[in-house]
């Protein structure tokens, strides 16, 4: 079956930095993290924890007044994220020059409207209302994100969003890249997007004992990937896109190519629901070489998945070890989520979009606070600090959920 | 508050449309009000007026058919 070649034609962002692309990833560079203490007072107890917000994101500001009145807190950093990438991919909202009705939105997002449901539920058991937003179905609903993309944009193709924990977002573009390879479509609008700090959603994490412990003073070195004293995971919101589209059909249109997906590889541990396990992300990592033509030596960069869990860390290393054998002890691996939090369904997005810009910008953003490597840790080329190494010519993110669901990028470099 | 005022109000705050622009005579599609806004707006009414909606109600298609209807209910809720 013929392969098309996918290139990356637009990015857009909500992070805890803003929405410059630039600045995020220099920032990046400088080991900058944006975890805070997140404080919420309801009942039946205050939360303290720390977490990733995008204090400088406001709905209406950003998506104007009808959008925000209709969607829940997910969305709308998603569709800003998303219409960010639009633009830079030098499309316009909508157009009469060109046939959109194969091009599609494919989305990702684990938890979806947390924040319209958990206000239902105050309404009802804690201000004793009788009835709710007649729109909470809708605005709460995983596909909201794609359902508006698609209507904003006029978008007539596939219109979907997985929902796969914390692999969410990687599947989504994974996905949306075989579409486009195969030639099923030219342009698919991909990413994904979250927001997790409903309290009860909140309270249900800390519940599963993943998170990391800090207090104010403490909370900016919370997220330790790999670290000997790491103790936990850290969540945050934010929103990330790519518009993925056909190599000959960007080229037609005079778009500027950002980068390259060359691969996507899945599995399925089959093993626990919480605890990861190497045989099953190994054989996502092989399968993502394999599908990118592409032998271990091949790879430059890993941007692991690293969450900073006492039980993931390791095992993704592991996974590193073996299928990557001599080559690992100069592998050059980093764990950005020690700056930019976990945002879940969202993750896979910002870390594809960190991996195309290392790649773009010939430099590797590091593990932040990584001082103490665990022991059982090592084996792989940590990077404590950024480093600019030419040429950099192909990244791998990884993304490894909750319920056992593994997919790996492999990305390549523009000029490539 | 009026029916109108309470309208305006919804309007200026979910739609940032200017209250010159909310006259009877208008559709409420051209002010870019479907079908899930005005059942929110219904929603608010219902809520500030403490009036419980039939689902029968025959959907109004302007400004004026609104502040008709809601007058009406409003009304019939004081006998």
Redesign the interface.
């Known amino acids: 079956m013929e392969r098309r070649r996918v290139a990356i034609t637009g990015m857009g962002l909500v992070s805890p930095f803003g929405g410059n692309l630039a600045d995020f990833f220099q920032r990046l560079l400088q080991g900058e993290s944006a975890v805070r203490q997140l404080r919420l007072e309801d009942p039946p107890r205050p939360l303290a924890l720390p977490f990733v917000s995008c204090p400088g994101f406001t709905a209406e500001a950003t998506l104007?007044?009808?959008l925000a009145?209709?969607t829940d807190r997910f969305a709308q950093l998603g569709l800003a994220a998303a219409f960010a990438a639009w633009e830079e991919a030098g499309l316009s909202r909508q157009s009469d020059r060109e046939n959109r009705e194969d091009w599609g939105v494919s989305w990702g997002t684990a938890l979806g409207g947390t924040i319209v449901y958990e206000r239902a539920y105050q309404d009802f058991w804690l201000r004793a209302r009788d009835?709710i937003?007649?729109?909470s179905v809708?605005i709460g609903m995983n596909n909201a994100t794609n359902a508006h993309l698609s209507i904003q944009l006029g978008l007539g193709g596939i219109s979907t969003t997985a929902t796969v924990a914390c692999a969410s977002s990687a599947i989504a573009i994974g996905e949306a890249f075989r579409r486009i390879r195969r030639g099923e479509t030219p342009l698919i609008l991909t990413g994904g997007s979250e927001a997790p700090q409903a309290y009860g959603v909140l309270r249900a994490w800390e519940a599963l004992r993943v998170l990391a412990d800090g207090d104010e003073t403490r909370a900016a070195t919370a997220c330790r990937p790999f670290s000997r004293d790491r103790d936990g995971l850290v969540l945050g919101e934010g929103g990330a896109a790519l518009v993925l589209e056909d190599w000959e059909h960007a080229l037609a249109r005079g778009a500027r190519i950002q980068g390259e997906v060359i691969g996507y590889g899945t599995s399925s541990d089959h093993f626990h629901l919480v605890r990861p396990e190497v045989s099953g992300q190994v054989r996502a990592l092989r399968a993502a070489l394999a599908d990118a033509r592409l032998e271990p030596e091949d790879i430059d960069y890993i941007n692991a998945h690293g969450t900073a869990t006492l039980e993931g860390d390791p095992v993704e290393i592991e996974a590193l070890r073996q299928v990557f054998g001599d080559r690992a002890q100069g592998l050059a691996v980093s764990g950005t989520k020690s700056m930019h939090g976990h945002p879940l369904g969202a993750a896979g997005a910002i870390e594809a979009i960190v991996s195309v810009l290392a790649l773009r910008e010939q430099a590797l953003p590091p593990t932040a606070h990584l001082v103490d490597i665990d022991p059982d840790c090592v084996g792989v080329d940590h990077l404590t600090s950024a480093r600019r190494q030419a040429p950099l010519r192909t990244a791998l993110s990884n993304s490894f959920a909750f319920g056992g669901s593994n997919a790996v990028l492999v990305f390549r470099a523009a000029a490539g | 508050m009026d029916s109108i005022d309470l309208i305006r109000e919804f309007l200026q705050d979910r739609l940032g449309i200017g209250e010159d622009k909310i006259v009877p005579e208008t559709p409420l599609a051209a002010l870019g009000v479907d079908s899930l806004l005005v059942l929110e707006m219904m929603f608010a009414f219902e809520d500030h007026f403490g009036i419980k909606l039939s689902k029968n109600l025959k959907t109004p298609q302007t400004i004026g058919q609104m502040v008709s209807l809601m007058d009406r209910l409003r009304r019939e809720q004081l006998r």
Do not use: E
């Open positions: 104007g007044k009808p009145g209709i009835r937003s007649p729109l809708i």
